[in-house]
């Protein structure tokens, strides 16, 4: 199982942006699907997007599409995700997690990272 840090949370006003980085260690990183979950408080954790191995293949929810971009890094086991024009209600915590399945659905996934705040707030 790859071991997974996430980072690059923050405080933002509505509209503007951030990007956030998934770190992984401990396996063949190309060889995994890498997704981003978030909870909000009070929420039930919801799937993001992901990104295949090589990073052809990647899907939003409908929430964030066209807002958020997702892309990774195999050289530096790293996967990123541009979150542009942000809302209140991105606000939530955000995980990465590694599975082998292309789906957004966390059950899929085996691996987790502890997750980084986003608060989006005038």
């Known amino acids: 199982q790859l071991h997974l840090v996430e980072s690059g949370g923050g405080l933002v006003q509505p509209g503007e942006s951030l990007r956030l980085s998934c770190v992984a260690s401990?396996?063949?990183?190309?060889?995994?699907?890498i997704g981003w979950f978030r909870q909000a408080p009070g929420k039930e954790r919801e799937g993001v997007s992901y990104i295949s191995g090589y990073g052809g293949i990647a899907r939003y929810a409908d929430s964030v599409k066209g807002r958020f971009t997702i892309s990774r890094d195999n050289d530096k086991n790293t996967v990123y995700l541009r979150m542009n024009s942000l809302e209140p209600e991105d606000t939530a915590t955000y995980y990465c997690?590694?599975?082998?399945?292309?789906?957004?659905?966390?059950?899929?996934?085996?691996?987790w990272g502890q997750g980084t705040q986003v608060t989006v707030s005038s």
């Open positions: 401990g396996g063949t990183f190309e060889s995994y699907v």
């Open positions: 997690a590694a599975g082998r399945v292309l789906i957004l659905d966390e059950s899929s996934y085996d691996s």
